[in-house]
């Protein structure tokens, strides 16, 4: 019995795995247990930003494996203020909580501004349609997409989503009862779908008027995978909450929430906390991560690399203009919107040695590590124009 037979006996019935089975990671390369090199351009969907097996955060881990593995929160841990350090150095933020993923860094953002709004009476908590903030029932509140809502009712009361770059819808819903909106300034999962401007302004002109929160949801765009150090700075604004996770421990689990001005005392010992958030390994990881991010110029790099490719897709949408609809995207986040359903690309692309992934069920989604050569996209691109000739012939 192979471990794909096994599993089905095993796990829940919850994930369509990738039928490879992969003995490890060097750079931006996935090396199947038969000796295949896979080019892989999703990169554990935004995490691995300096791909697998890089000597830095080895070393960051190894080192704190070797002083001890886990902590209770009730001590101070090291590696969690040096990542705090970094993490408020880059961003100018007050305050850090660190917890175990994206999903709970969105959940512990509700609870934050929860409190914060019983102080001012505001009751209401917008998210976006079309957005994906996690799959907690918080999260999921926030949220409209049946695919992974449904069957989970009732959710949580004091909730609701506004339409997506639709300022009038914006103006109509938001009022003195607002308490928050969380808005993803590039929704990942919904497709590569960046915030309009007009959007966005009209967003933070409102929360001067009727003095609610902004919590920008970074999960997948933070820590430079925009071509900025988090997605939000493209547009000029500053939101009051930001929510972190993916890329920042390494591979590691780790998430984290920052916070400004507004909310920095809302928080007192015991309303809020976990037993494995924080973990001393995942942040020296982290440290090791924002480190070589920052002392390697990768933010710059995302964006002129991805400046390039995203080119090198529109020349390829002007070819194939009857297969594919849209490019979107910022730095190495990029989507292709395709006329049709884009799972048999995925698997030719896998055919041809070269990971991505497809998200929305049309749309082509990009994720490299940002250790990517411009050589190595430039393959990558070669390899999917004759993918789009096989598929438009």
């Given at each position: 019995?192979?471990?794909?037979?096994?599993?089905?006996?095993?796990?829940?019935?919850?994930?369509?795995?990738?039928?490879?089975?992969?003995?490890?990671?060097?750079?931006?390369?996935?090396?199947?247990?038969?000796?295949?090199?896979?080019?892989?351009?999703?990169?554990?969907?935004?995490?691995?930003?300096?791909?697998?097996?890089?000597?830095?955060?080895?070393?960051?881990?190894?080192?704190?494996?070797?002083?001890?593995?886990?902590?209770?929160?009730?001590?101070?841990?090291?590696?969690?203020?040096?990542?705090?350090?970094?993490?408020?150095?880059?961003?100018?933020?007050?305050?850090?909580?660190?917890?175990?993923?994206?999903?709970?860094?969105?959940?512990?953002?509700?609870?934050?501004?929860?409190?914060?709004?019983?102080?001012?009476?505001?009751?209401?908590?917008?998210?976006?349609?079309?957005?994906?903030?996690?799959?907690?029932?918080?999260?999921?509140?926030?949220?409209?997409?049946?695919?992974?809502?449904?069957?989970?009712?009732?959710?949580?009361?004091?909730?609701?989503?506004?339409?997506?770059?639709?300022?009038?819808?914006?103006?109509?819903?938001?009022?003195?009862?607002?308490?928050?909106?969380?808005?993803?300034?590039?929704?990942?999962?919904?497709?590569?779908?960046?915030?309009?401007?007009?959007?966005?302004?009209?967003?933070?002109?409102?929360?001067?008027?009727?003095?609610?929160?902004?919590?920008?949801?970074?999960?997948?765009?933070?820590?430079?995978?925009?071509?900025k150090f988090f997605a939000?700075?493209?547009?000029?604004?500053?939101?009051?909450?930001?929510?972190?996770?993916?890329?920042?421990?390494?591979?590691l689990p780790l998430g984290?929430?920052?916070?400004?001005?507004?909310?920095?005392?809302?928080?007192?010992?015991?309303?809020?906390?976990?037993?494995?958030?924080?973990?001393?390994?995942?942040?020296?990881?982290?440290?090791?991560?924002?480190?070589?991010?920052?002392?390697?110029?990768?933010?710059?790099?995302?964006?002129?690399?991805?400046?390039?490719?995203?080119?090198?897709?529109?020349?390829?949408?002007?070819?194939?203009?009857?297969?594919?609809?849209?490019?979107?995207?910022?730095?190495?986040?990029?989507?292709?919107?395709l006329k049709k359903e884009?799972?048999?690309?995925?698997?030719?692309?896998?055919?041809?040695?070269?990971?991505?992934?497809?998200?929305?069920?049309?749309?082509?989604?990009?994720?490299?590590?940002?250790?990517?050569?411009?050589?190595?996209?430039?393959?990558?691109?070669?390899?999917?124009?004759?993918?789009?000739?096989?598929?438009?012939?």
């Open positions: 019995m192979n471990s794909f037979e096994q599993e089905s006996r095993l796990f829940f019935n919850t994930y369509k795995r990738i039928p490879l089975a992969i003995d490890r990671g060097e750079g931006c390369y996935l090396i199947s247990q038969d000796g295949q090199r896979y080019l892989d351009l999703f990169g554990g969907l935004a995490v691995n930003v300096l791909g697998y097996g890089h000597p830095k955060v080895v070393h960051a881990i190894r080192s704190q494996v070797d002083r001890y593995i886990h902590l209770s929160n009730y001590f101070l841990q090291d590696p969690q203020v040096r990542l705090a350090q970094c993490l408020i150095q880059h961003s100018k933020y007050k305050r850090v909580f660190f917890c175990n993923s994206g999903t709970e860094a969105n959940e512990g953002a509700i609870k934050l501004c929860r409190k914060w709004s019983k102080q001012v009476g505001k009751t209401k908590i917008f998210g976006m349609t079309n957005g994906f903030n996690g799959r907690t029932m918080g999260a999921l509140s926030l949220m409209d997409r049946p695919n992974y809502r449904d069957g989970y009712e009732p959710f949580l009361p004091g909730f609701d989503q506004i339409e997506f770059n639709d300022v009038e819808d914006l103006r109509r819903k938001v009022s003195d009862d607002t308490a928050a909106v969380f808005l993803e300034f590039v929704q990942g999962e919904g497709g590569v779908v960046v915030a309009s401007r007009q959007f966005v302004k009209q967003l933070f002109e409102l929360r001067e008027k009727f003095g609610f929160l902004i919590v920008a949801d970074e999960i997948q765009t933070g820590i430079g995978r925009t071509g939000f700075e493209h547009y000029d604004v500053r939101p009051d909450i930001v929510t972190l996770a993916k890329p920042i421990g390494g591979g984290a929430i920052l916070g400004g001005e507004k909310i920095e005392d809302v928080l007192s010992p015991g309303m809020h906390g976990t037993t494995f958030g924080g973990n001393p390994v995942a942040c020296a990881a982290g440290v090791a991560v924002l480190e070589q991010v920052v002392a390697g110029d990768l933010v710059k790099k995302v964006a002129d690399l991805g400046n390039h490719i995203k080119a090198a897709f529109e020349e390829l949408k002007n070819e194939f203009s009857d297969l594919i609809t849209e490019v979107r995207g910022q730095g190495l986040m990029l989507g292709i919107e884009g799972a048999s690309i995925v698997d030719k692309m896998r055919e041809q040695k070269i990971l991505i992934n497809c998200t929305n069920k049309n749309v082509l989604r990009f994720l490299p590590p940002f250790i990517l050569t411009k050589a190595e996209a430039d393959r990558a691109i070669a390899v999917l124009r004759e993918v789009f000739q096989s598929e438009a012939s």
